[in-house]
């Protein structure tokens, strides 16, 4: 009797070891795999980082093409695009037409500086000393006068030129620099936009396969993938949301201005076009009057 008791007790000690043993062993198999696919989502959560980033470069060097070509910027919110359209593009077009004026005011600027008036001055002696003697009185009042008109026009041709770089066409380059910094913010908004979608994705993913089950860290030592991919997201929208506010404050700003961008370097434009001609009609007056009297000589005969 007391050797079936013996037996039966060691037979439960044993019984107990070997459930001990597959107790023991169940947990650690289940952290086991749920590690192993902890690691596979960040594995994939990883590669799909640099497949955003891949495509971002993308992104960047398309939207890089349809900058130096011209095109213009998507803006999907209807807002923006209203106020894009009308304080951006509208005041560009007359902006250009303003530039196209005084372009055209420059051209005709240098032509009428040249050819140099005191370039005529010597043959014109000549020509009068010829007929009246050496160093007469009507071929040195016309070389004087050659050579003040040629000083009051070069003088007005700078001024002019000064004039129309000052109001013209800086105020011009400072608005068309406030457009691209807009318009680079929006190829910058696009961007985050697809960080943004390609974040949510992750985001999924990872719930549905309830990534943080373990309560393991992951294997950069930081967050689990689902807490790293929520900050990703978080970090996104709020680059994406104040890049908005960024681009509305301007284009708001921008209207406050539109009026007066445009009205007040052509205004200008024709002040200075205006101050031109007259500056021309006083140099050329007094050579009128020369050349009045030097058309009364006789002409000369060459024999």
Known sequence: LDHMCIHRIGGSNSHREKGDGSGAAAPITKLSRLALKDALLELEIAARK??????????????????RFGLEVEIPDPALRNLFQLHVLAVEELLAQVRSQALATLEAIELWSLPPLGRAAPA???????????????????????????RSVLQARDR??????????APMDQRLHTHEQIREALRQRRRLGKFADSARLAVATLRKGEVA????RSLSGMGGPLE?????????????????????LQLMQLKNTSVDVVKVP??????????????????????????DDYGGLASVQIT
């Open 266 to 291: 052509w205004a200008s434009l024709v002040q200075i076009q205006a101050e031109y001609f007259m500056a021309q009609q006083v140099a050329w007056a007094p050579l009128g009057e020369a050349f």
């Open 228 to 248: 790293e991919a929520e900050a990703r997201l978080k970090e996104d929208m709020q680059r994406a949301s104040q890049l908005d506010e960024q681009v509305l």
């Open 160 to 169: 002019c030129i000064g004039r129309l770089s000052a109001e013209v066409f």
């Open 50 to 67: 640099t497949r955003d980033a891949s495509s971002s470069a993308v992104l960047q060097l398309f939207q890089s093409a349809e900058k």
């Open 124 to 150: 014109l002696r000549v020509l009068s000393d010829c007929e009246l003697g050496d160093d007469c009185a009507v071929g040195l009042e016309v070389a004087a006068d050659l050579k003040e008109a040629e």
């Open 213 to 216: 089950e373990t309560g393991l």
